[in-house]
């Protein structure tokens, strides 16, 4: 899922509730295993492989609270947080209509275990009186409600879409990494041309490249190509075919953003101060600057300062008006794809400075003019 197994997706879900140990129910080691062994570690939490119910109860002591979590669950950690923001045992339900057919285990005549609970690690000490080959998850759930332990419902607000699903096998993860990332991708608002073509890459080969593993670090190796090549092209007097390099350049760096995003979610990871495809995206401007630059002859006697202010302020401008405006405006004003394919028909037709300066007049209105993003 993402390109990380599904126990990684619920290591970040132990990440999210402050869990300090996490110990695995497994038959025995495994490369996946040890995969997500070295992640917990790297994550600081401490890591252990149970395979059978005397084990598990060695390492779990009567004043432990332990987070339960059933194999195979995908969820959201941002969507359980706050079902155990008390620190009391509950155990998490839903309605059992459309559960049993998700492969949820019915509790009672209306409700299926949700697949996560928080229990006294004293209930784990019955555990040892049942068979070996007993059904630990259900059996414990079972004991936590016998027990008095409060049941809570997840909300359906949380259960929709691709959130708070059981993954069982391949077939499973492929439909619900498909539309997890259509979910990741999408803010539900109107997106400009270069935004959108990006959704668009990235809903039709995103879920091959999270794979592979390495899917944003290919898009941005392939937007430094195209930047390079770019620059070439422009070295040699194609500007026009040049600034198309530099739009796709700057397709690639929209597509590597969405993908970086849904590979931190994925991993439980925070967004760096400064995120990797801003700093591509600073590379693309740069770009477009100078191929402008180059596109407009200079007149004899005129001053560099003078030659250079329209593709200057016009990289500037691009860089800051969008990022005072709201909704979907501000994403058609940062469309890098859309502006190097305006540049490029300009300087196929050689009106680059006529075009650079209506662009720079249109941005510095739209400041002027539209609503701005108010500032807490």
């Known amino acids: 899922m993402a390109g990380v197994s599904v126990a990684e997706h619920q290591l970040g879900l132990a990440l999210a509730l402050d869990c300090q140990r996490v110990i695995c129910m497994a038959r025995g080691t495994s490369p996946e295993l040890l995969a997500l062994q070295h992640a917990a570690e790297d994550a600081g939490l401490q890591f252990y492989i149970a395979t059978n119910v005397r084990q598990l109860g060695g390492l779990i002591t009567a004043s432990d609270e332990v987070l339960v979590v059933t194999e195979g669950l995908f969820v959201d950690p941002g969507s359980v947080t706050h079902l155990f923001e008390s620190r009391a045992p509950v155990v998490l339900v839903m309605p059992v209509e459309n559960a049993l057919a998700a492969g949820f285990e019915r509790i009672d005549l209306n409700r299926a275990a949700a697949g996560v609970m928080r229990v006294p690690g004293e209930l784990m000490e019955r555990l040892q009186e049942l068979p070996p080959d007993c059904d630990m998850i259900s059996a414990l759930t079972r004991i936590a409600l016998q027990s008095g332990i409060a049941m809570r419902e997840v909300p359906s607000g949380v259960r929709i879409g691709a959130n708070w699903r059981l993954v069982r096998n391949e077939g499973e993860a492929v439909a619900v990494e498909a539309e997890w990332l259509a979910e990741q991708v999408s803010d539900g608002r109107q997106l400009s041309p270069g935004a959108s073509a990006a959704r668009l890459a990235v809903l039709t080969f995103g879920t091959s490249l999270l794979q592979a593993g390495n899917a944003s670090n290919m898009l941005s190796l392939g937007a430094l190509g195209a930047l390079g090549l770019s620059a070439v092209l422009g070295w040699f007097g194609l500007v026009w075919i040049a600034l198309i390099f530099g739009a796709i350049a700057a397709l690639l760096v929209e597509s590597s953003r969405l993908l970086r995003q849904a590979e931190r979610r994925a991993r439980g990871q925070m967004t760096p101060i400064i995120p990797r495809a801003d700093a591509l995206g600073w590379l693309v401007d740069i770009e477009i600057g100078l191929l402008s630059l180059a596109a407009i002859p200079r007149i004899a006697g005129e001053s560099p300062i003078s030659w250079a202010f329209p593709p200057i302020m016009l990289v500037l401008l691009v860089a800051l008006i969008p990022n005072n405006l709201t909704g979907s405006t501000a994403s058609w004003f940062r469309d890098r794809v859309l502006l190097g394919v305006i540049l490029a028909l300009a300087a196929l037709f050689g009106h680059v400075q006529?075009?650079?300066?209506?662009?720079?007049?249109?941005?510095?209105?739209?400041?002027?003019?539209?609503?701005l993003r108010r500032k807490d």
């Open 354 to 371: 006529i075009v650079v300066e209506v662009i720079s007049i249109g941005l510095v209105l739209a400041g002027l003019v539209l609503p």
